[in-house]
């Protein structure tokens, strides 16, 4: 019902930059908070951003200053703009959506749908 498809994930040396994109069908795009979440070899799956539906946004400690979240609602389209990536930012990066309006994203629990993850790794 709810599908979201991830692209732009890849290598890249590290202080180098990546966008990922994230496209989501099957619901009202705009009514929903939309967020990033990544899981490294051997790792839980940890949390790396979100943006609610009124547009405020949220960071992990460990990519404040460097990662940017937004979004497209005309495009139903969720971003993430990783600028300065060091070698610990390589994971499977994954989209997420909450599955009720009034929910938000900070754990995965808080996930009903997500994307199939797309690989970014960061060489040194």
């Known amino acids: 019902q709810v599908q979201l498809v991830e692209s732009g994930g890849g290598l890249v040396q590290a202080g180098g930059s990546l966008s990922l994109s994230c496209a989501a069908s099957?619901?009202?795009?705009?009514?929903?908070?939309m967020g990033w979440f990544r899981q490294a070899p051997g790792k839980d799956r940890e949390f790396v951003a979100a943006?609610?539906?009124?547009?405020?946004?949220s960071y992990a400690n460990s990519v404040k200053g460097r990662f940017t979240i937004s979004r497209d609602n005309a495009k139903n389209t969720v971003y993430l703009q990783m600028n300065s990536l060091k070698p610990e930012d390589t994971a499977v990066y994954y989209c997420?959506?909450?599955?009720?309006?009034?929910?938000?994203?900070?754990?995965?629990?808080?996930?009903?749908?997500w994307g199939q993850g797309t690989q970014v790794t960061v060489s040194s």
């Open positions: 997420a959506t909450p599955g009720g309006i009034y929910y938000s994203l900070r754990v995965p629990s808080d996930v009903s749908y």
């Open positions: 943006i609610s539906r009124g547009g405020s946004t």
């Open positions: 099957g619901r009202t795009f705009s009514s929903y908070a």
